[in-house]
């Protein structure tokens, strides 16, 4: 079974940071697009970042300059560091797997920052 399971959320302080994780146990993880997507109480849910197989990343503006995606192809795993975290980031956050072959999500991690 796809699994891919996320940790690192908790609660911080404006102006902290978080380093989230998503262990991935999925065929050609290499392969695959790798992103983190975020969803609010009543808003829809939002990429955040995404990385290829060959390493090139994109980031929504909200987080661009705040924000780092990489990947580790030996681990499976796929990371997102958050610095300088604001309040509007208090999202949970989701990773995904995409291309090649059906996309898959984890089931979240919280993340709070306290204003």
């Known amino acids: 079974q796809v699994q891919l399971v996320e940790s690192g959320g908790g609660l911080v302080q404006t102006g902290g940071s978080l380093r989230l994780s998503c262990a991935a146990s999925?065929?050609?993880?290499?392969?695959?697009?790798m992103g983190w997507y975020r969803q609010a109480p009543g808003n829809q849910r939002e990429l955040v970042a995404a990385i290829t197989p060959d390493g090139i990343t994109d980031y929504a503006g909200a987080v661009k300059g705040r924000f780092t995606i990489s990947r580790d192809n030996v681990k499976n795993t796929v990371y997102l560091q958050m610095n300088s975290l604001k309040p509007e980031d208090t999202s949970v956050y989701y990773c995904r797997a995409d291309n090649p072959g059906p996309p898959y999500w984890g089931q979240g991690t919280q993340v709070t920052v306290s204003s």
């Open positions: 999925v065929r050609d993880f290499s392969l695959r697009t």
